[in-house]
């Protein structure tokens, strides 16, 4: 119970307005405690299973300071830094370089109590701790979900160091976080229909340590989720490393339901053939077949969609993906068929926008 033990400090030793009730809960916690914290593709061992997981109940307030870390985690700046567009060269993969733009990134504060207005109702109630492989532990601290997307707020340990997942500065900048070859085991959230979460993985390098790995995972679904449709971790499980798998290699795979929650309701704006743009306080989905002026083939490549942008009723704007610009303020990116999905990278309250904007073309919301 060790890694339970750190857990309940963490939560326990915050500072924070307790009733009656709560205090006791905590003090009898104490002294139970005794204390005055994209799928691998090789052959798999499938287990139906709620798996081998301790779940640890935090009472309520305890928990309301976990929801703070989540909010500010995935909408906040406070451990993000807002960084300008450069030029890098990479490997062309023919022995080359070739030279490439790094958009600009933009983080902005976080205003707590309008997160809990807007999310706080679909945002997971508890922890969820698993073993991940034979030596790291897996907590999954935070997560809500739309049809369109999810947001998901982890740590990562191991007592010696973690070996399974490698992010920095540069990985925050294009392609997120990445497992490891020496990991022996890889997470992902899937829902119960098969439905695919691809996602992109910021490490919080102002938080993490050499033991403890601080990620905001922004997750888009491969196609758009019906009501019921529930979202699970999958955790798959390997007898060897990841650089040691074979084809035969027999893979145990734990499905683990995250949330008894619904999903964070989504407004459409439909026009028929003329725009149909889907939109919520954590994402925003547009059909690029419907208004734009593209070829069935040109709607499903990213590569034509140019700009998108949101504009406020008090006259501000949020300016999502800017190509010409080299802007990127968003936690992922994902084309899938006609769609182009973006998870944001601030909290975006609905009822404030007055317009958005897509490749030049503006929908009047409300004036």
């Known amino acids: ?41 090789k052959r798999r061992n499938m287990v139906a299973a709620a798996a081998a997981v301790l779940c640890l109940a935090v009472p309520g307030v305890a928990y309301a300071s976990a929801n703070s870390d989540f909010f500010q985690g995935m909408f906040g700046n406070d451990t993000k830094k807002s960084t300008q567009a450069y030029d890098r060269e990479i490997d062309d993969g023919k022995g080359g370089k070739v030279s490439v ?23 997971m109630d508890e922890r969820i701790t698993v073993k991940a492989g034979q030596s790291h532990t897996l907590n999954i601290e935070g997560f809500v979900y739309d049809r369109n997307g999810a947001m998901m707020y982890f740590t990562l340990e191991r007592e010696d160091g973690v070996t399974a997942l490698a992010g ?40 993490s340590t050499s033991d403890k790995i601080y990620g905001y995972s922004y997750i888009l679904w491969s196609e758009t989720l019906e009501e019921g449709d529930v979202p699970q971790l999958r955790l798959d499980t390997y007898p060897c490393t990841r650089k040691e798998l074979g084809d035969e290699t027999e893979i145990k795979t734990e499905n683990i339901k995250l949330t008894d929650k619904g999903q964070i309701p989504t407004k459409t704006l439909d026009l028929g053939e003329k725009c149909h743009i889907e939109y919520s306080p954590i994402s925003l989905s547009v059909d690029m077949s419907k208004g ?30 800017d190509d010409e610009n080299s802007v990127n303020n968003t936690g992922y ?8 999905k973006v998870m944001y990278n ?22």
């Open 292 to 321: 734009f002026g593209l070829t069935e083939e040109q709607a499903e490549d990213p590569y034509y969609n140019t700009y998108v942008g949101l504009r406020y009723k008090n006259g501000e704007s949020y300016v999502i993906s």
């Open 101 to 123: 733009t790094i958009p600009s990134k933009e983080y902005v504060p976080v205003d707590a109590a309008k997160a809990g207005e807007l999310v706080g109702e679909w945002l």
């Open 1 to 41: 119970m060790k890694r339970s033990e750190e857990q309940m400090r963490e939560i326990l030793n915050k500072e924070i307005q307790l009733s009656d009730t709560v205090e006791k809960r905590i003090q009898d916690t104490y002294r139970m405690l005794g204390i005055e914290k994209k799928r691998h593709s």
């Open 346 to 367: 601030r909290l975006v309250d609905p009822e404030e926008i007055s317009e958005i904007e897509v490749n030049g073309v503006k929908f009047v919301l409300q004036r």
């Open 333 to 340: 990116i994902m084309g899938t068929g006609t769609w182009y």
């Open 168 to 207: 920095d500065e540069n990985m925050n900048l294009t392609k997120g976080a990445a497992f490891t070859d020496e990991s022996d085991f890889y997470f992902s959230v899937e829902t119960k229909k098969g439905i695919i979460g691809h996602d992109n993985v910021f490490v919080d390098l102002e938080k």
